[in-house]
């Protein structure tokens, strides 16, 4: 029995590997019964399997079920705003859940099953598609990761309408770090030829939401934030960076910012590459991406 339409709803998923049409199904459900946001804690370690063995094929793995479920929801509809949040990375608690303890929780399946420290305050707001009884288990709110991670990790960008490709770009670096995130955002003076540049978002605003979408995504972390004045940022500033999550559309250029960093007595990045997400809902090698300028040019026709 689908819930009826919330303004927030949580679902819960255990992923297939790959995602299985009823999952897709059950995605779509939940973006129809929500009127504005939908947050998805999903079960991330059973989809990566002891066939692979390679951490980058873990690294691959993780970023290609989010990128998926990011795809079924936004070529489903772009009205309600999604995350997708792996929960047994993320370090949450019960005391991170209470955000939450009035919003409806809908499991997928008869084989769901929520942490053993789901507050229990919640769980008579938990819905079930089949209407039935779920166990709890004990689960780690902070599992090993299955890829290879960092203490420190960089990422950058403009970040400017929060969309489908920025998630996936943070949601990874999140993933990969373990003591701090160094994000750079793009200052407003980089962002001078920007096309439709008076809907640019200001600084602060694109600063206030990659910090509160980093907090949801990873507990227990440091978030460092900083402006980008020049190609560089912070990484020729900072040593103890020690990876650089990048996608396929900068990586050819990343390179440059190591040669930087040797020529000033620093270590390597590691680069760590990520997949893009298309409108049409379909992951590529073309790294085809929702486009903040797309959204800019959106919103100037409107008016």
């Given at each position: 029995m689908?819930?009826?339409?919330?303004?927030?709803?949580?679902l819960?998923?255990?992923?297939?590997?790959?995602?299985?049409?009823?999952?897709?199904?059950?995605?779509?459900?939940?973006?129809?019964?929500?009127?504005?946001?939908l947050?998805?804690?999903?079960?991330l370690?059973?989809?990566?399997?002891?066939e692979?063995?390679?951490?980058?094929?873990?690294?691959?793995?993780?970023?290609?079920?989010?990128?998926?479920?990011?795809?079924?929801?936004?070529?489903?509809?772009?009205?309600?705003?999604?995350?997708?949040?792996?929960?047994?990375?993320?370090?949450?608690?019960?005391?991170?859940?209470?955000?939450?303890?009035?919003?409806?929780?809908?499991?997928?399946?008869?084989?769901?099953?929520?942490?053993?420290w789901?507050?229990?305050?919640?769980?008579?707001?938990?819905?079930?598609?089949?209407?039935?009884?779920?166990?709890?288990v004990?689960?780690?709110?902070?599992?090993?990761?299955?890829?290879?991670?960092?203490?420190?990790?960089?990422?950058?960008?403009?970040?400017?309408?929060?969309?489908?490709?920025?998630?996936?770009?943070?949601?990874?670096?999140?993933?990969?770090?373990?003591?701090?995130i160094?994000?750079?955002?793009?200052?407003?003076?980089?962002?001078?030829?920007?096309?439709?540049k008076?809907?640019?978002?200001?600084?602060?605003?694109?600063?206030l939401?990659v910090?509160?979408?980093?907090?949801?995504?990873?507990?227990?972390?440091?978030?460092?934030?900083?402006?980008?004045v020049?190609?560089?940022?912070?990484?020729?500033?900072?040593?103890?960076?020690?990876?650089?999550?990048?996608s396929?559309?900068?990586?050819?250029?990343?390179?440059?910012?190591?040669?930087?960093?040797?020529?000033?007595?620093?270590?390597?990045?590691?680069?760590?590459?990520?997949?893009?997400?298309?409108?049409?809902?379909?992951?590529?090698?073309?790294?085809?991406?929702?486009?903040?300028?797309?959204?800019?040019?959106?919103?100037?026709?409107?008016?």
């Amino acid at each position: 029995m689908d819930p009826a339409p919330r303004h927030n709803l949580l679902l819960w998923l255990h992923l297939a590997s790959p995602l299985a049409a009823t999952d897709a199904d059950t995605l779509r459900m939940a973006v129809d019964c929500t009127t504005e946001e939908l947050t998805v804690f999903i079960a991330l370690k059973d989809t990566i399997t002891s066939e692979e063995e390679s951490t980058s094929d873990g690294w691959s793995h993780m970023q290609r079920r989010i990128a998926e479920l990011y795809a079924v929801s936004a070529s489903h509809s772009q009205k309600v705003s999604v995350d997708i949040v792996p929960l047994n990375f993320c370090a949450y608690s019960a005391d991170d859940m209470l955000p939450y303890k009035h919003n409806a929780t809908l499991l997928q399946s008869p084989d769901s099953m929520l942490p053993e420290w789901w507050p229990s305050e919640m769980h008579t707001n938990v819905k079930s598609r089949y209407q039935q009884e779920y166990p709890l288990v004990g689960q780690s709110t902070r599992t090993p990761t299955p890829w290879k991670s960092f203490a420190h990790v960089a990422v950058g960008g403009t970040f400017d309408h929060l969309h489908v490709g920025h998630k996936i770009l943070l949601t990874a670096t999140a993933l990969a770090a373990t003591k701090r995130i160094v994000c750079g955002i793009s200052a407003e003076a980089l962002l001078e030829n920007k096309q439709h540049k008076e809907y640019l978002e200001s600084y602060r605003t694109r600063e206030l939401n990659v910090l509160l979408f980093l907090r949801k995504i990873r507990k227990n972390i440091i978030v460092e934030l900083v402006p980008i004045v020049d190609r560089y940022g912070p990484t020729i500033t900072d040593s103890t960076i020690g990876a650089l999550v990048v996608s396929q559309e900068t990586l050819p250029g990343s390179d440059a910012l190591n040669v930087r960093r040797e020529e000033l007595g620093m270590p390597p990045m590691h680069l760590l590459p990520i997949d893009l997400v298309a409108v049409s809902g379909q992951t590529t090698e073309n790294d085809l991406k929702i486009s903040s300028t797309a959204i800019r040019a959106a919103l100037a026709e409107r008016q």
